[in-house]
């Protein structure tokens, strides 16, 4: 999947902004949004928020999470626990992301808050590769990712999905030919197929 | 400038698509009521699967109709507006997105088409007319794909090599590997589904995620009781 | 085989590996090269079934890893080939997606006859199922459009080279001249960007 898809995916996101015009309200299919009333917080998609920002027709209000107290205490906490914590939003990075960069001015403490989000991405990020790695050692084919986002998910595929599916065609592969060296002897006669013969393009 | 409240018609009805092409033309009474906002997700949903599913899955061809529909019914009501008005620029954003998800679940649904042409028609030769994967469109274009290549192999290579046994054409069928490993969502609890060879099972809470082999769980996708990721 | 100087196969490898390394869209159609390896088939081919019917006869089992070895290299032979043409065949088939349904001249010179009609009846079931796609509304879906997740209805776009007129949806035509900018809505340039004429710009 494009990492440009998660970001597609994450826009559907609520967030408030405060329109600085009036109208009634849009009939999405996805959903009515407004009335929008002049200096009045309303709930719109983040993909809405972004263009009426970059139109200067309203001013983004963070979501209460990317506060820089909130944030320390999730980076702590993501610190201290050998599970991945429940993030405040299931697309925390996206958001983040587009909002910062859309609207820095309509952010608090924009650079710091850059900065920790970043810790705690990192911090995950790390704690996904160690445990992926237990996982693969393990020979494991199945595992629970509570709590992980879908851009932490995307960040180990392929490789995940890639080296399971790789290590279990090799041990398929494994039983296979313990059963044909016994069988070979019975093969063959000139230009037959034989048993080995690989299929072509074979997954 | 006309009004807008009334571009996103809400309410679609099946019966409300003009011609043929939807089966349940029958009674009047049975006529779904299904909202613009449902259909949209119920393709979002089927849009991700399908680009994470190994398989080709059942075709939304109906949902897909109806978004059309309600595309064009839009696109209709907006042509009196000024294109720069902000009614006008939210709603053709919106339409732009589902253009491109209705794209892109088609274009997905294609790609798989053309890779596993072969296996896709042998396995829709045997499926009962109510279970079959692929759209009549698609069909038919599968089946002229499989020809065109055949077509081109057999021209280039395959009539000089001597000895084609009829088992090679098979070795040549590109099947899926459904033992992939996908991400799952379960969307309600799921109790005691298995998980591994040795029949380990586990019980998935609503709102879980795994990593699983694809056919373990190809069931719960069918039957909405989890989603692809 | 003592004429043998090379080894088994290795031609169809190169086939391959020359495929894989070249940098041009599509390299040119390699007849000779796919020739010598239909000609090695056959005469490994033919090799195997002489001796095959000495082996039977006689019951000569040293005959037999021989046999076998040479068949192994009749079936790689034929994996290579038959990779070749798959992997060329992908390549014919996103020159549709990247171009549309006419194929530009100086590519059309790297594809043999068969490879033409197969991209010309590639495009043609595609244009009908595009068509089809937009079910009995009349309105196709443009699959080759829409690649991209949308980000914003409108684009600054650098003109590359002097295209002339060219329409917009609501029947406002502008003149594409080399070096002009322009801002235009996103969806209706999309395949004049991916053709190189105009460029995306900020």
């Given at each position: 999947?494009?990492?440009?898809?998660?970001?597609?995916?994450?826009?559907?996101?609520?967030?408030?902004?405060?329109?600085?015009?009036?109208?009634?309200?849009?009939?999405?299919?996805?959903?009515?949004?407004?009335?929008?009333?002049?200096?009045?917080?309303?709930?719109?998609?983040?993909?809405?928020?972004?263009?009426?920002?970059?139109?200067?027709?309203?001013?983004?209000?963070?979501?209460?999470?990317?506060?820089?107290?909130?944030?320390?205490?999730?980076?702590?906490?993501?610190?201290?626990?050998?599970?991945?914590?429940?993030?405040?939003?299931?697309?925390?990075?996206?958001?983040?992301?587009?909002?910062?960069?859309?609207?820095?001015?309509?952010?608090?403490?924009?650079?710091?808050?850059?900065?920790?989000?970043?810790?705690?991405?990192?911090?995950?990020?790390?704690?996904?590769?160690?445990?992926?790695?237990?996982?693969?050692?393990?020979?494991?084919?199945?595992?629970?990712?509570?709590?992980?986002?879908?851009?932490?998910?995307?960040?180990?595929?392929?490789?995940?999905?890639?080296?399971?599916?790789?290590?279990?065609?090799?041990?398929?592969?494994?039983?296979?030919?313990?059963?044909?060296?016994?069988?070979?002897?019975?093969?063959?006669?000139?230009?037959?197929?034989?048993?080995?013969?690989?299929?072509?393009?074979?997954? | 400038?006309?009004?807008?409240?009334?571009?996103?018609?809400?309410?679609?009805?099946?019966?409300?698509?003009?011609?043929?092409?939807?089966?349940?033309?029958?009674?009047?009474?049975?006529?779904?009521?299904?909202?613009?906002?449902?259909?949209?997700?119920?393709?979002?949903?089927?849009?991700?699967?399908?680009?994470?599913?190994?398989?080709?899955?059942?075709?939304?061809?109906?949902?897909?109709?109806?978004?059309?529909?309600?595309?064009?019914?839009?696109?209709?009501?907006?042509?009196?507006?000024?294109?720069?008005?902000?009614?006008?620029?939210?709603?053709?954003?919106?339409?732009?997105?589902?253009?491109?998800?209705?794209?892109?679940?088609?274009?997905?649904?294609?790609?798989?088409?053309?890779?596993?042409?072969?296996?896709?028609?042998?396995?829709?030769?045997?499926?009962?007319?109510?279970?079959?994967?692929?759209?009549?469109?698609?069909?038919?274009?599968?089946?002229?794909?499989?020809?065109?290549?055949?077509?081109?192999?057999?021209?280039?290579?395959?009539?000089?090599?001597?000895?084609?046994?009829?088992?090679?054409?098979?070795?040549?069928?590109?099947?899926?590997?459904?033992?992939?490993?996908?991400?799952?969502?379960?969307?309600?609890?799921?109790?005691?589904?298995?998980?591994?060879?040795?029949?380990?099972?586990?019980?998935?809470?609503?709102?879980?995620?795994?990593?699983?082999?694809?056919?373990?769980?190809?069931?719960?996708?069918?039957?909405?009781?989890?989603?692809?990721? | 085989?003592?004429?043998?100087?090379?080894?088994?196969?290795?031609?169809?490898?190169?086939?391959?590996?020359?495929?894989?390394?070249?940098?041009?869209?599509?390299?040119?159609?390699?007849?000779?090269?796919?020739?010598?390896?239909?000609?090695?088939?056959?005469?490994?081919?033919?090799?195997?079934?002489?001796?095959?019917?000495?082996?039977?006869?006689?019951?000569?089992?040293?005959?037999?890893?021989?046999l076998n070895f040479r068949h192994a290299a009749l079936q790689r032979n034929k994996r290579c080939l038959l990779a070749y043409l798959y992997e060329r065949c992908k390549r014919i088939k996103a020159l549709r997606w990247e171009f549309g349904p006419i194929?530009?001249?100086?590519?059309?010179?790297?594809?043999?006859?068969?490879?033409?009609?197969?991209?010309?009846?590639?495009?043609?079931?595609?244009?009908?199922?595009?068509?089809?796609?937009?079910?009995?509304?009349?309105?196709?879906?443009?699959?080759?459009?829409?690649?991209?997740?949308?980000?914003?209805?409108?684009?600054?776009?650098?003109?590359?080279?002097?295209?002339?007129?060219?329409?917009?949806?609501?029947?406002?035509?502008?003149?594409?001249?080399?070096?002009?900018?322009?801002?235009?809505?996103?969806?209706?340039?999309?395949?004049?960007?991916?053709?190189?004429?105009?460029?995306?710009?900020?």
């Amino acid at each position: 999947m494009d990492p440009a898809i998660i970001e597609f995916i994450g826009e559907k996101c609520m967030i408030s902004i405060i329109p600085n015009f009036s109208n009634e309200p849009l009939h999405l299919i996805y959903g009515s949004v407004g009335p929008f009333r002049a200096g009045f917080p309303v709930f719109v998609p983040l993909w809405m928020a972004t263009h009426l920002r970059k139109q200067q027709k309203c001013r983004i209000v963070p979501p209460e999470w990317m506060d820089m107290d909130i944030l320390e205490e999730i980076k702590e906490e993501e610190k201290r626990s050998k599970f991945f914590t429940k993030m405040p939003c299931e697309h925390y990075m996206v958001v983040a992301q587009l909002v910062m960069s859309t609207a820095p001015d309509d952010v608090p403490r924009c650079e710091e808050l850059r900065t920790v989000i970043k810790d705690i991405f990192d911090i995950r990020e790390s704690k996904l590769r160690t445990s992926i790695d237990a996982f693969i050692k393990g020979e494991g084919t199945y595992a629970k990712l509570d709590n992980l986002t879908l851009l932490e998910i995307h960040s180990v595929r392929p490789i995940l999905p890639y080296s399971l599916d790789h290590i279990a065609r090799y041990q398929r592969t494994a039983t296979a030919s313990q059963r044909d060296t016994s069988m070979l002897s019975a093969s063959m006669t000139g230009s037959s197929s034989g048993p080995n013969s690989n299929s072509l393009f074979s997954q | 400038m006309s009004d807008v409240e009334d571009v996103a018609e809400t309410q679609l009805e099946i019966d409300d698509t003009e011609g043929a092409g939807l089966e349940d033309d029958d009674d009047d009474d049975d006529m779904e009521q299904i909202t613009a906002q449902k259909v949209l997700e119920t393709l979002e949903t089927a849009w991700i699967n399908e680009m994470c599913a190994p398989e080709i899955l059942p075709s939304q061809a109906d949902m897909l109709e109806l978004m059309v529909s309600q595309v064009a019914h839009m696109e209709e009501q907006m042509r009196d507006l000024d294109k720069n008005d902000f009614r006008a620029v939210v709603h053709s954003m919106e339409l732009e997105r589902v253009r491109y998800i209705m794209a892109s679940y088609l274009r997905c649904r294609l790609q798989k088409i053309e890779t596993f042409t072969q296996h896709i028609l042998n396995q829709e030769a045997s499926r009962e007319p109510d279970d079959k994967r692929l759209s009549p469109e698609e069909t038919k274009f599968a089946q002229e794909f499989a020809s065109n290549v055949d077509e081109y192999f057999h021209k280039v290579a395959t009539q000089y090599m001597p000895n084609q046994q009829r088992g090679e054409a098979e070795q040549r069928i590109v099947t899926p590997n459904l033992m992939s490993h996908v991400f799952l969502k379960a969307n309600v609890a799921v109790p005691a589904v298995i998980v591994g060879v040795d029949d380990e099972e586990v019980d998935m809470a609503a709102g879980s995620q795994h990593i699983i082999p694809y056919q373990l769980v190809a069931d719960l996708i069918q039957n909405n009781q989890a989603q692809l990721i | 085989m003592s004429r043998q100087t090379k080894l088994f196969g290795e031609k169809a490898f190169d086939l391959l590996k020359e495929l894989e390394r070249s940098s041009q869209t599509i390299p040119a159609f390699d007849d000779d090269g796919v020739r010598q390896v239909l000609e090695e088939i056959k005469a490994i081919f033919e090799e195997n079934v002489a001796q095959a019917s000495t082996y039977n006869t006689s019951g000569d089992r040293s005959l037999w890893p021989l046999l076998n070895f040479r068949h192994a290299a009749l079936q790689r032979n034929k994996r290579c080939l038959l990779a070749y043409l798959y992997e060329r065949c992908k390549r014919i088939k996103a020159l549709r997606w990247e171009f549309g349904p006419i194929i530009p001249g100086d590519i059309k010179q790297a594809l043999c006859e068969p490879e033409v009609t197969f991209f010309n009846n590639y495009s043609k079931s595609l244009a009908a199922y595009m068509c089809s796609a937009g079910y009995n509304q009349g309105l196709p879906i443009d699959l080759t459009n829409n690649l991209r997740p949308p980000k914003s209805l409108y684009i600054e776009v650098r003109c590359m080279e002097d295209y002339g007129k060219f329409e917009l949806d609501d029947g406002e035509v502008i003149h594409l001249k080399k070096n002009s900018q322009h801002y235009l809505p996103r969806a209706q340039v999309e395949s004049l960007v991916r053709q190189g004429i105009l460029t995306h710009i900020a």
